[in-house]
């Protein structure tokens, strides 16, 4: 009856979400602590001095449903002005994000 014993598989893929942060701009991942809450910048998007949350990538996930996901890649599709390899590199953020959040339902 030693509780540890049943959480050993899921562990590391919950412990691995709780440790990333998510760039709420460009959607880029990093280990948590690389973003800090004072101070946001993502070096990805060069989002120096946008105010921006701050949040788990754990927590990001479980507040978007498929359909905000559906809803982010349609808004960016039709999002223009930005280079197209940015433009390129988010929308594939997008499907792995979705297809993540299909996955995990
Ligand atoms: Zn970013």
Redesign the pocket.
């Known amino acids: 009856m030693w509780p540890s014993e049943k959480r050993t598989r899921d562990t590391a893929a919950v412990l691995k979400l709780d440790a990333e942060t998510i760039?709420p701009?460009?959607l880029?991942r990093y280990p948590v602590g690389t973003i800090v809450k004072d101070y946001p910048y993502?070096p990805?998007?060069s989002?120096e001095g946008m105010d921006f949350d701050v949040e788990t990538f754990s927590s990001y996930m479980a507040r978007n449903t498929e359909a905000d996901f559906d809803a982010l890649l349609k808004h960016w599709d039709q999002a223009e002005g930005f280079r197209p390899e940015y433009k390129a590199a988010k929308r594939q953020r997008i499907v792995d994000l979705q297809a993540l959040k299909a996955a995990s339902l």
């Open positions: 760039c701009i460009c880029e993502c990805d998007c989002s």
